[in-house]
Nanobody, 123 residues
Framework: QVQLVESGGGLVQPGGSLRLSCVAS??????MGWFRQAPGKEREFVGS????????YYSNSVKGRFAISRNNVKNTEYLQMNSLKSEDTAIYYC??????????????????WGQGTQVTVSS
């Protein structure tokens, strides 16, 4: 049974940092990524990482501030978020897909989703 479980969300001040984790069980060799959904907005792509961890892709809104990594021994994906802004406030979702990481931003359907973790950036 495939399961993606996120953790690490919380409340952080503007300019602060936070690291999200996503533990994947029941799958190997998948591209993984992060999406987010703010209140009243559609879910949007944040970034993705290839199955071997060698390639990463980011949305323009987070490029240079966020970094995705993965540890395939621990079956865990990470999202390091720095220089956080109020507009980063959202529920963050982990995703896994059989297709290439470069395609995650534009895919209509994603194979697997986590349950989401809330990130709130506020003073």
């Amino acid at each position: 049974q495939v399961q993606l479980v996120e953790s690490g969300g919380g409340l952080v001040q503007p300019g602060g940092s936070l690291r999200l984790s996503c533990v994947a069980s029941g799958l190997t060799g998948y591209s993984m990524g992060w999406f987010r959904q703010a209140p009243g907005k559609e879910r949007e792509f944040v970034g993705s990482i290839s199955a071997n961890g060698y390639s990463t892709y980011y949305s323009n809104s987070v490029k240079g501030r966020f970094a995705i990594s993965r540890n395939n021994v621990k079956n865990t994906e990470y999202l390091q978020m720095n220089s956080l802004k109020s507009e980063d406030t959202a529920i963050y979702y982990c995703a896994a897909d059989r297709g290439p990481a470069s395609d995650l931003a534009s895919k209509y359907t994603i194979d697997y989703w986590g349950q989401g973790t809330q990130v709130t950036v506020s003073s």
